[in-house]
């Protein structure tokens, strides 16, 4: 799901911000070993910001460390999954063994034996539980709106049980990526909300090292089970204060490992040094891992009439959006189904191929809009008396997102759409848009979506109300409200199948419910923005060695520094 910060997201010029089997396990992170590491400090940077302030809380969207996608390098998950390849075993961390009861509700992890928190005291089951239970107490707290169990218990030091009051098989990708807390420093904060954790207690290869507003360090944690297997000393995250000034560091490779869209990557970066790669050598350059939406807020008219949605979804131009705003590194989608493509072509219902013309459809935004009853009055669409008048909403710093927005206005006016672009500025923007989001306080907005292993995680994300909230109240997902019984049914459904064959029912009326209803409308095929520096480090992942998304991403950012090894050794 989103929290990746839910993926990486597509800026131009910009850094990301920032997701079922019955039973798995694979090999640990890394290979054990004695040898010091050897590296010089790795530098990282995942988005503009600055001042950073000194809140490492891994549960706070405001937070430093949550903002770097730093945290899972100090608060670990039980497991880490590689949504570029689906089928394979998730990477144990603190968990060695999961399964699920047969009825899908009860979820049984076995914790790793011999672990640490950084200031010495010992890890547990007991740990896992109280983090549940304590995200259940909090929900503010649970940023990827994680299915939460109805009791979490730890009947011995190394099992924890998961209790929920429906299957959630379906969701173990969220579950077990979620950051696990000390019972022993956590238990006496008295609010977990607002507490910055400004000298965070982990299980993790890092402990916060020096930080100050302009950045800060990381270093190797000694009592980390594994670091003898960590070959990077030492890992750095400075502060910038506008996009702008990440290109150039980013292509001289004082950054080691970037997530910033870069147009004209063969020139602008691949040619700057025979150390700077990407994904693949050519275009697109990056992989994909989600796809990129315009969120429509459903309670707000006229976009909470289907029709209207629908419409406005065809009447956007995709290319120019892929090509002018992203500068041909993300593909325009094809299907209205929403689904990531090629990678979910095995769920993708026959009738839902190829039905979103790139260009888009004028004839058939007109022939949508004349059934719904709205008519063309001084060249733009109107019913009763109303004009179809929304507007967009992205922050200004993120300037291919905000540069889209201002595409869409353009091609939607044209077809009779009054159409605005809201631009948050200033560096708070994201922030802004972010709360604004949550509330439900827009009309549109263009944003990524979900990752996950299946069409499931997004159409969870987009879809289900039971982790949204009415306007003015905190939406951990569904921001566009959008509330129908057949959705929450076939996320249900999905969630409780024991069957391919009832997977694959319950992903289709998922897949055909995005398409008529439309609660957001599909536009691109979101890049994992990844740029790396093999300078100094080798071992990073690529389309030939796909063992992770590449993203500097949460929770990928945990294994990939794990396999990195310095260029001498």
């Known amino acids: 799901m989103n929290y990746k910060l839910a993926g990486s997201v597509a800026v131009a010029v910009t850094l990301a911000l920032g997701i079922a089997a019955c039973s798995s396990s694979s090999s640990s992170p890394g290979t054990k070993g004695s040898a010091a590491p050897t590296g010089k400090p790795l530098t990282i940077v995942t988005t503009e910001l600055s001042p950073m302030t000194d809140n490492f809380n891994p549960f706070a969207s405001t937070g430093t460390g949550y903002l770097t996608h730093a945290v899972d390098l100090y608060d670990m998950p039980l497991f880490v999954f590689n949504t570029q390849n689906p089928a394979q075993k998730p990477v144990p961390e603190l968990g060695t063994s999961y399964s699920w009861s047969s009825d899908g509700r009860t979820l049984t992890v076995t914790t790793r034996t011999g672990v640490k928190w950084s200031d010495g005291k010992p890890f547990s089951a007991a740990d896992v539980a109280f983090t549940f239970n304590l995200l259940k107490k909090y929900p503010a707290l649970n940023l990827p709106a994680t299915p939460l169990p109805t009791s979490a218990a730890a009947p011995s030091a190394n099992t924890?049980?998961?209790?929920?009051?429906?299957?959630?098989?379906?969701n173990d990708y969220l579950i077990l990526q979620t950051q696990i807390v000390p019972q022993h420093i956590w238990a006496s904060v008295s609010n977990p909300v607002t507490f910055t954790d400004p000298n965070p207690v982990g299980t993790g290869p890092y402990v916060l090292g020096k930080f100050s507003p302009q950045g800060y360090t990381m270093t190797l944690n000694p009592d980390y089970y594994a670091k003898g297997s960590v070959r990077v000393p030492e890992v750095d995250f400075p502060a910038y204060t506008s996009n702008a000034n990440l290109l150039i560091p980013v292509a001289q490779g004082t950054i080691d490992w970037g997530g910033i869209s870069i147009p004209g990557v063969e020139q602008n970066y691949l040619s700057k040094s025979t150390n700077n790669v990407t994904w693949t050598a050519s275009a697109p350059y990056f992989t994909d891992n989600n796809?990129?939406?315009?969120?429509?807020?459903?309670?707000?008219?006229?976009?909470?009439?289907?029709?209207?949605?629908?419409?406005?979804?065809?009447?956007?131009?995709?290319?120019?959006?892929?090509?002018?705003?992203?500068?041909?590194n993300e593909p325009p989608e094809s299907t209205s189904s929403g689904m990531l493509l090629p990678a979910d072509q095995s769920f993708l219902p026959a009738n839902l191929a190829n039905d979103l013309p790139p260009t888009g459809d004028p004839?058939?935004?007109?022939?949508?809009?004349?059934?719904?009853?709205?008519?063309?009055?001084?060249?733009?669409?109107?019913?009763?008396?109303?004009?179809?008048?929304?507007?967009?909403?992205?922050?200004?710093s993120y300037s291919d997102y905000y540069l889209d927005s201002q595409l869409i206005a353009k091609q939607l006016s044209k077809l009779g759409f009054n159409v605005s672009v809201e631009g948050e500025p200033g560096p708070n923007g994201p922030n802004v848009w972010t709360a604004n989001l949550n509330d439900g306080n827009f009309t549109a907005a263009i944003h990524w979506g979900a990752q996950g292993l299946t069409p499931y995680a997004y159409y969870d994300n987009w879809m289900d109300y039971r982790l949204s909230a009415p306007d003015g109240k905190t939406a951990n997902a569904d921001y566009g409200r959008f509330n129908d019984p057949a959705a929450q049914a076939a996320l249900n459904e999905y969630a409780g199948a024991t069957s391919a064959a009832a997977e694959n029912a319950a992903i289709t009326k998922l897949a055909n419910i995005m398409s008529t209803q439309v609660p957001v409308a599909p536009l691109l095929l979101g890049a994992s923005w990844a740029e790396f520096s093999t300078r100094d480090y080798t071992g990073w992942p690529s389309s030939s060695n796909a063992y992770m998304d590449p993203g500097p991403n949460i929770p990928e950012i945990l294994y990939t520094v794990q396999q990195l090894k310095p260029v001498s050794s």
């Open 160 to 170: 924890v049980v998961l209790t929920f009051a429906q299957p959630e098989v379906a």
């Open 291 to 328: 796809v990129v939406g315009l969120w429509f807020n459903t309670t707000k008219a006229p976009l909470n009439d289907p029709k209207v949605r629908q419409a406005i979804s065809y009447g956007i131009n995709r290319e120019q959006l892929s090509v002018d705003g992203e500068s041909s």
């Open 363 to 396: 004839a058939k935004v007109a022939s949508i809009l004349h059934g719904d009853g709205y008519a063309k009055v001084g060249g733009f669409w109107e019913k009763n008396g109303q004009k179809i008048t929304f507007s967009v909403m992205d922050p200004v």
